[in-house]
Each structure stands twice: as C-alpha cells, then as structure tokens.
Nanobody
Framework: QVQLVESGGGLVQAGDSLRLSCAASGLAFSGYAMGWFRQAPGKEREFVATISFNGAITYYTDSVKGRFTISRDNAKSTVYLQMNSLKPEDTAVYYC????????????????WGQGTQVTVSS
C-alpha cells in the first residue's frame, strides 16, 4: 500500500517550534524530490518547501524562509520540516508530497500526497 504518513502537528503558541515528519512506504523515495504544502481554512493549498532527491537543493516560499528547514533521511524514507518561530498565520493543514523533482513540486506537480497533519499556532 502506497502511503505518505505525516506526524508531528499540534497546537502551539506563537514563537514555538514544531517538527513535522513524513514517512513513506510502498513507493520509491530516494530518487524523488519531496516537499511540504499547506492549506489554511478558506484558502488554496500552497507550496511551502521542497528538497531534492539527495538533499542538496532546497527551496522555500518567502514567508517561511529563515524559519523553516526541510530535510530528509533516505535510509528511513522520511522527510522532515523543522518549523521555528511559528506565527498564527502558519496555522494550516500541512501535507507531504512527492514529485519528480524540485521544479515539479514548486509548480505543484505532485504524484503522491499525504493525508495531512494539523498545525495550529495561537497568538
């Protein structure tokens, strides 16, 4: 069974940190770019960050640069999103995604999605 399973979401206060994890099973992982997207209530899903197959290249949306860090462990088929200095506007459901490469993910060309994990940041 193909799965991308996110974990690590929760309710935190502004300024706190969270680390999201996404574990892949039943699908190829190490040869693909991985990424994180988010969707806030009433808004469209948006790109957050992506990492190349070998971890050498990363991209972030402007609103999270300097606060979020994406990383991956190919031996564990897991991608992470370290989120620091969280703000109320970061509140959203966060989705893990796999794509052919980082350019594809930045254009939201995703071939697998996770089910999402809720992140809520209170002010």
């Amino acid at each position: 069974q193909v799965q991308l399973v996110e974990s690590g979401g929760g309710l935190v206060q502004a300024g706190d940190s969270l680390r999201l994890s996404c574990a892949a099973s039943g699908l190829a992982f190490s040869g693909y770019a991985m990424g994180w997207f988010r969707q806030a209530p009433g808004k469209e899903r948006e790109f957050v960050a992506t990492i190349s197959f070998n971890g050498a290249i990363t991209y972030y949306t402007d609103s999270v640069k300097g606060r979020f860090t994406i990383s991956r462990d190919n031996a564990k088929s897991t991608v992470y999103l370290q989120m620091n200095s969280l703000k109320p506007e970061d509140t959203a459901v966060y989705y893990c995604a796999r794509g052919a490469d980082t350019a594809a993910l930045r254009s939201a060309r995703v071939n697998y999605w996770g089910q999402g994990t809720q992140v809520t940041v209170s002010s």
